[in-house]
């Protein structure tokens, strides 16, 4: 009888911990939810803005690249449903592997609790118990006995307990279970609805290239107009860039030209005709002379992919570099990015902390030039300017206000990012 009681304080011992911990939420699933909410409220600006030019019998290359857009966030929309699908489908395999593994445990409690149930009946005599008192070697050892014989009283309470309660925790993982595969059910009927709404906008896109075929001339002189702004503002980048190097490097001169003057003689070093006079070390910038325009520049560059944007609401409806109009033979080239916003006189900010390096008001509509460091940005097509050259911007700062777009209805930003004389993208150096 001692062996058998103490078999079954050691099964009480281990037996597993009932309260196990639910997994972690996951922050991927709000993630996915603001991602959604994002791309949904884009679509929404775009969809107005297309609104107004949609019935125009006129195509034109703004009116191709919203629905370009439109399709390439419906695209993302649409793979992020098929994320929380995923997400939903593992969350239900490993309910599934978790109630497996609830249910043998539950089949290992019954079992043991069966076994001591047999125990106990078949020493079921109170004389056997009264026996296994009595015959202790000493006091303490029939104090220990009793002790046994509560223990297993307890232990046998709380097998029943244990089971009770893991078959709870069956039932409601099996609920959540149920409530997981009505969440896959509602992403399944929202897929194929977004899908469905994909491919209405593929068929809508295809209309718009079919009617810019045959209207592709005049797209060439949209084209031609636009090309002919890009080289424009080119030449004035160029201008501005070179006149700023040119007078940096004067300054640099000037400054090594009054530190060689001095006003004593000094006496000549000792076998001076011998020395060799180093080589004029060229700096890396002349845009970045001073301690102030290094720091700025350095903090320009560590800003990589974070800054602002320079508007609130828009998209980008042109990107960098060398693009195509599709289902036609003609090009662009474009120096930055072209930002379409839902009208005109929104309000344009600096993305970094600068100095106005120079403000074009030719025409009706104005470019601003801030520098930081060797480093540019440029905001061209401004219908009014809130700045003047020479004034120091910060992070945020309204400079002015977007212009009218060119072909279309709404608001148009085109904005350039340089390294000295070098064309980057910008949209790698935004942060949205």
């Not at 070697?137 to 014989?149: G, M, P, Q, W």
Request: net charge positive; aromatic share 6%; glycine share 6%.
């Amino acid at each position: 009888m001692k062996k058998s009681l103490l078999i079954i304080l050691l099964l009480a011992a281990t037996l597993p911990a009932l309260n196990a911990q639910q997994p972690p939420a996951s922050s991927d699933k709000s993630q996915l939810e603001k991602e959604r909410q994002d791309i949904q409220d884009e679509l929404k600006q775009i969809q107005s803005m297309y609104d107004k030019v949609k019935g125009q019998k006129t195509q034109s290359l703004g009116q191709l690249n919203m629905l370009k857009r439109k399709i390439n966030l419906q695209e993302r929309y649409i793979n992020s449903i098929n994320k929380e699908l995923k997400m939903i489908d593992d969350d239900i395999y490993t309910g599934n592997l978790e109630i497996y593994r609830l249910q043998k445990q539950v089949d290992t409690l019954k079992a043991q609790y069966a076994r001591t149930i047999v125990y106990a009946y078949k020493n079921r005599s109170s004389y056997d118990y009264v026996n296994f008192i009595f015959s202790a070697s000493s006091f303490n050892d029939a104090i220990r006995r009793i002790a046994y014989l509560k223990n297993y009283r307890a232990y046998r309470e709380k097998q029943v307990n244990t089971i009770l309660e893991t078959q709870q925790l069956i039932a409601r993982r099996q609920q959540l279970q149920l409530s997981k595969k009505e969440q896959k059910s509602v992403a399944l009927q929202n897929q194929t609805k977004e899908k469905s709404a994909l491919d209405e906008q593929r068929k809508e896109k295809d209309e718009v290239v079919s009617k810019l075929k045959s209207q592709e001339k005049d797209l060439q002189k949209q084209i031609a107009v636009k090309k002919k702004r890009d080289r424009d503002l080119q030449n004035a980048i160029f201008a501005i860039v070179k006149r700023d190097i040119a007078a940096a490097k004067k300054a640099e001169e000037e400054k090594n030209k009054n530190a060689a003057v001095s006003p004593a003689v000094k006496p000549s070093a000792p076998n001076s005709s011998s020395a060799v006079t180093a080589p004029e070390k060229k700096p890396a910038s002349y845009l970045e002379l001073n301690a102030t325009d290094v720091k700025l520049g350095s903090d320009f560059a560590n800003s990589r992919g974070k800054l602002p944007w320079p508007v609130d609401k828009g998209f980008i409806s042109i990107p960098f570099g060398i693009y195509t109009i599709d289902g036609t033979t003609i090009k662009g080239n474009n120096p930055g990015i072209t930002i379409a916003t839902p009208s005109a006189g929104i309000p344009v900010k600096a993305v970094f902390d600068g100095i106005v390096s120079a403000v074009d008001n030719r025409g009706e509509l104005a470019t601003v030039f801030i520098r930081h460091g060797k480093y540019y940005t440029v905001y061209s097509n401004l219908s009014g300017i809130n700045v003047t050259k020479g004034a120091t911007v910060r992070t945020g700062e309204v400079i002015g206000k977007v212009g009218e777009a060119y072909e279309g209805s709404g608001g148009e930003l085109n904005f350039v990012l340089m390294i000295e004389s070098n064309n980057v993208n910008p949209q790698i150096w935004l942060h949205r």
